[in-house]
T-cell receptor, first 114, second 110 residues
Framework: AQSVTQPDIHITVSEGASLELRCNYS??????LFWYVQSPGQGLQLLLK??????LVQGIKGFEAEFKRSQSSFNLRKPSVHWSDAAEYFC????????????FGAGTILRVKS | DAGVIQSPRHEVTEMGQEVTLRCKPI?????LFWYRQTMMRGLELLIY????????DSGMPEDRFSAKMPNASFSTLKIQPSEPRDSAVYFC????????FGQGTRLTVV
């Protein structure tokens, strides 16, 4: 069965520092991969997605993620974190049919210290 | 497009009462999903529809939960009777190739 692991429940970084959030997935075929962000009291907003092609994908708000098939990973990165990036981040995996029935990781809460 | 619209945003109800959550998906999306989010269990997929037809309801926790999608622009999730352990944030999402989420309904059952 497919699953997504986000090994870090909480991460704290200083404003201006770089960020990497880890995501590993288990899936029987090549999946669609996503990162979503959730601010308190809000719904989930799509940051970026990988379907195929270039394994380094760019998203909104300066985020990027790299798909590494050999490691079954899809880590999210940002070179310089802003205080407004504090939120919870979810990695998700879905099949290439039925409009993506997504399986989500447990989420990583990002705290940004000034 | 206004995005996925859920109503109400907040619902407080007494145990045993019926609760109905509503969702209007993004026009043109052919898949609709209901998720539940709690601190303990994270995001759980309850049910999803494709072209208004329920495809997988294996995540629906009990017979007290039911969902319908009478047409392409409307879906409901009903809990009857409600229990305190149903307290959670319920999200609706719609998808073409990418899922977009509504703002959620925060349900509190007292």
């Amino acid at each position: 069965a497919q699953s997504v692991t986000q090994p870090d429940i909480h991460i704290t970084v200083s404003e201006g520092a770089s960020l990497e959030l880890r995501c590993n997935y288990s899936y029987g075929a090549t999946p669609y991969l996503f990162w979503y962000v959730q601010s308190p009291g809000q719904g989930l907003q799509l940051l970026l997605k990988y379907f195929s092609g270039d394994t380094l994908v760019q998203g909104i708000k300066g985020f990027e993620a790299e798909f590494k098939r050999s490691q079954s990973s899809f880590n999210l990165r940002k070179p310089s974190v802003h205080w407004s990036d504090a939120a919870e981040y979810f990695c998700a995996v879905g099949p290439m049919e039925y409009g993506n029935k997504l399986v989500f990781g447990a989420g990583t809460i990002l705290r940004v210290k000034s | 497009d206004a995005g996925v619209i859920q109503s109400p945003r907040h619902e407080v109800t007494e145990m045993g009462q019926e609760v109905t959550l509503r969702c209007k998906p993004i026009s043109g999306h052919n898949s609709l999903f209901w998720y539940r989010q709690t601190m303990m269990r994270g995001l759980e997929l309850l049910i999803y529809f494709n072209n208004n037809v329920p495809i997988d309801d294996s995540g629906m926790p009990e017979d007290r939960f039911s969902a319908k999608m009478p047409n392409a622009s409307f879906s409901t999730l009903k809990i009857q009777p409600s229990e305190p352990r149903d307290s959670a944030v319920y999200f609706c999402a719609s998808s073409g190739t990418v899922a977009f989420f509504g703002q959620g309904t925060r349900l509190t059952v007292v």
